[in-house]
């Protein structure tokens, strides 16, 4: 159990997907004007990672890996199918982002609405993909852990959208140089941020 | 293939190539393939290979999709792209794995990050699908180009800055050190990275008023 806390947090904190290894950036910057707008992609974030790379984790374990089709008949024991490995995490974020989409739309409507066009493009955030990407280069132990990476990753992105949201809410009442507007400053607040994130590290967990 | 005949390289066609390397950059200007652009411009010579695998993966998957967008239904076009896209990337990530095993542990996930790269996904859609494989190539050309010399520029800095090498070659000579110069560490850590994409926008806005943002 302590060991799930430990990869939880240090997920959200130190290996952040933002400030650590900038994935998801592209709607990261697109869709952080507003604090409520981003609020909805975080969330829709944190749902698909916690499914989708416990998912991958079993698909790994007992398809991909070298020897991982043993199960089937031991004539497969020494298959090794890695090299599919991203064809088959893109097939699998995909329909699960669907699968998200259909069951929050039937028993969470008002979620639904909210999120509206997001959940759909979620399909191809890079945090998704890489969150499936890093788990299978970390080589979690269980798929307990995989999942509280992934959960982890997750609220570790919805920290840094809505943060810098809110940032972008108040500095659009400062004098900003022209040339630095919008793009720009967004970058260097990201980065700044980035640095504020890593005063984590130094925690050993 | 058509009936009208257009030199291979037309003033058109030449600007597909040209636009994306400044007034139209992917990166600072149509803000798309930020992702991976960043946490490989540790050093240039890993980023020198990001952008070649980039410039493969979108030249190649641009002419498919393009040769494909008469028979492809719009209903299951991103599946359909997502899938030649993968199929690239599995290509590029066991060729670095074959020839250049070194750069791509270094690389890690991020070659199998060019399939969610928007840049691909952003080029397919607004360019391949609407024109003929020749003018797609070339386009997936200038854009992948205009990539990588942002990639280039970043990690030209922070090697240069962060490690006093280029290429891993020395070149800050050691009468610096001596003197009291000292590698700035700062610009290892990933935040700098940002900072410095800030102010390559910063430098590219100021030149040309007509990019500012309101």
Redesign the interface.
Known sequence: MENLVNIFVKSIFIDNMI????????SY??VSKTVKTSTGLGIAVIFVLGFTVPVDYLLEKFVLKDGALAWLSPALADVDLT?????MF?AVI?SMVQLVEMVVEKFAPALYTSLGIFLPLI????A???GS??MQ?REYANIAEATAFGLGSGVGWFLAIVGIAAIREKIKYSNV????????????I??????AF?SFMGIKL | MSSEKEPLFSAKNLKLLKEPLGSSNPITVQVLGICSALAVTVKLKPSIVMAISVMVVLAASNVVVSLLRKMVPPRIRIIVQLVVIATMVILVDQVLKAYAYDVSKQLSVFVGLIITNCIIMGRLEAFALGNRPWPSFLDGLGNAAGYGVILIIVAFFRELLGSGTLLGYKVIPQAFYDAGYMNNGMMILPPMALVVVGIIIWIQRARRKDLIEN
């Open positions: 400030f650590a290894y900038f994935l998801g950036m592209c910057l697109a090299f599919l490995s991203f064809i893109i995909a399909a191809v955030n890079c998704i993909l890489g990407l890093f280069e140089p022209a040339p630095l507007r919008g793009l720009g400053i967004t970058f260097i990201t980065g700044l941020m980035g640095i890593m």
